[in-house]
């Protein structure tokens, strides 16, 4: 197995179902194949209204499978669902969703997923009430429960003119899922990780709040990261707009310092990991006024300090825990991070420097110095985010594996 290309001569079969993002489908074959990935494609009749199996049977160089034929390889599910190394629904319609989770099989593409041997990893694309319909959300669970993984469905415009929730993933996501899932480097498999992002915001009154302008991308990258290499992942987020992907992390939204406070301290005694890379707002209002308050020429609030909640949680540490804080610094970056280590019993932290360009708040990119509780630092160049989250874990990887 090669780990750079780890879809190279890896099998795939691809099932498509009856949803307009059936087109979509031609780009997941051409991008696997491309990988060099072997492919075989699995159509439901509904498929191939909406996209010609002669396209697809090109584009995956083999024959396309649609309809169970008595004359001609009637048991071809079965040698599809031990030939392969995973299987991939994608557009996967509500019904097929339904069908799957209740053991039907009127078709080759149900046939062939009852007799997969191989991982299945199902991408919903469907219109956004039957996505948020109580039956199809039971039907996803049902299917996690039989350990095939669900793609979440994203926001967006969808065919029917409405926006929202119920996007099949781009195919491109899909191809980068399998990569990292047939990689193999699922190094925290069976490890919990609670991840803390972005902003918390203090209510002033009921139309203005004290927060500040981190945009949550660094933690939602690194709860990306560890899912993908295997981590059960708890995020707690303050209030941000961003969007998961991966279906091994559980969203947790919560919009003040108490909030969130009140949510880490719940999931924390489950966690292996902790990484703390919200911007927790250090003040709040003593009092959050129920009215608007009206305009004047001057006005004073008072300020309450805010829990520091890295710090309670450094005190409740077990010896198989693991906590990471991040600190924002202006200056003396190293000597203040060093402190906060100490201060808040943490086993590493990310030290930001506000100074760099692009680094920090709002960008996609970062320039980080790691520092673990011996005080060893590594300074890393400015990279993206996504990149960061991959040295930050390998971080915690040396240490705990
Ligand atoms: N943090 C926290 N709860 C707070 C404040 C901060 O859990 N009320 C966490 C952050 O999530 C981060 C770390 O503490 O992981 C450091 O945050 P930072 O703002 O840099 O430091 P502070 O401890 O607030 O100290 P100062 O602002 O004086 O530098």
Known sequence: MSSTFPLKGKKIIIGVTGSIAAYKSAELVRLLVKEGTMVRVVMTCSATTFISPLTLSVLSKSDVISEINANEHWNNHVELGLWADLMIIAPCTANTLSKMANGLCDNMLLATYLSAKCPVVVAPAMDLDMYKHPSTKQNINTLVKYKNHVLNAPKGELASGLHGEGRMQEPSDIVAWASSFLSGKQLFKNKHFLITAGPTYEAIDPVRYIGNHSSGKMGF?????????????????????????????????????????????????????????????????????????????????????????????????????????????????????????????????VLNSLKDKGAGFGHNTNKVTLIDSSFKSKKLPLMAKSKVAKYILSAISDCIL
């Open 221 to 349: 990258a690194l709860a990306e990261e560890a899912a993908k290499q295997g981590a059960k992942v708890t995020l707690i987020s303050g209030p941000v707009a961003l969007e998961i992907q991966h279906p091994n992390i559980q969203r947790i939204d919560v919009v003040s310092a108490d909030q969130m406070f009140k949510a880490c301290k719940k999931h924390f005694k489950k966690a292996d990991v902790l990484i703390k890379s919200a911007a927790v707002a250090d003040f709040k209002p003593q009092v959050a006024k129920t009215n608007k308050i009206k305009t004047k020429k001057n006005l004073t609030i008072t300020l309450d300090e805010n829990q520091d909640i890295l710090k309670y949680l450094g005190t409740k540490k077990t010896k198989k825990q693991f906590i990471v804080g991040f600190a924002l610094e202006s200056q003396s970056g190293e000597t203040f991070a060093k402190e906060k280590i100490k201060k808040k019993n943490l086993d590493l932290i």
